[in-house]
């Protein structure tokens, strides 16, 4: 199977998991894949938003549920969860909306928010809006990327393996030096 099959087979499925795992590089990569014409920006924009919504209400209700004993047994996270909470405190609405933003802090941000008390529907509600824009930048963003690379350089089609490789690699590498800096 060629990369072009590979692609029109698995492409969105592949695109919603790795939306789950590492919503903004998958899905510039994607929005790219798009511009090439593997896939539709539509579908791309759709399934990110999709996935990335459902993760947040997810996280949410984990902390709504049980999220003060959560937080409590998980000390590595309790200077993120320190800034979560003072950056919810004193900008309240504009962190539900910004959150999604915030690379680093795409997880536990609902579950601080969920533990804080904030009222599920108005999160439910601001957290679509935050996410529609969020997916639709990142979608588009990886479409216009590709179509700049595209124009500077004519012969993309055939690296497009070695760009989608090199995506990925990129991403590993910072989850890699991410997990490596938080045990140091």
Avoid at 97 to 105: A, D, I, Q
Wanted: one cysteine or more.
């Amino acid at each position: 199977m060629n990369l072009e099959g590979f692609i029109s087979a698995y492409g969105y499925p592949a695109l919603a998991i790795g939306t789950l795992v590492e919503g903004g590089t998958v899905g510039m990569i994607a929005g790219g894949l798009a511009n090439r014409g593997y896939l539709q920006l539509a579908w791309v924009i759709g399934i990110i938003f999709g996935c990335a919504f459902c993760a947040d209400q997810f996280f949410f209700q984990v902390g709504k549920r049980s999220g003060k004993n959560l937080l409590i047994k998980r000390p590595a996270w309790e200077s993120r969860v320190k800034r979560v909470r003072r950056f919810l405190v004193r900008y309240h609405i504009i962190a539900v909306l910004g959150f999604r933003f915030v690379y680093g802090m795409r997880t536990i941000t609902p579950i601080v928010i969920g533990a804080s008390g904030f009222d599920t529907r108005r999160f439910v509600m601001l957290n679509l809006c935050s996410t529609l824009l969020w997916a639709t930048v990142v979608g588009c963003s990886g479409y216009f990327f590709s179509h700049v690379l595209e124009t500077l350089f004519s012969d993309v089609r055939h690296h497009i393996g070695a760009i989608i490789c090199a995506g990925l690699v990129f991403s590993a590498g910072v989850w890699l030096w991410r997990r490596w800096a938080k045990g140091r």
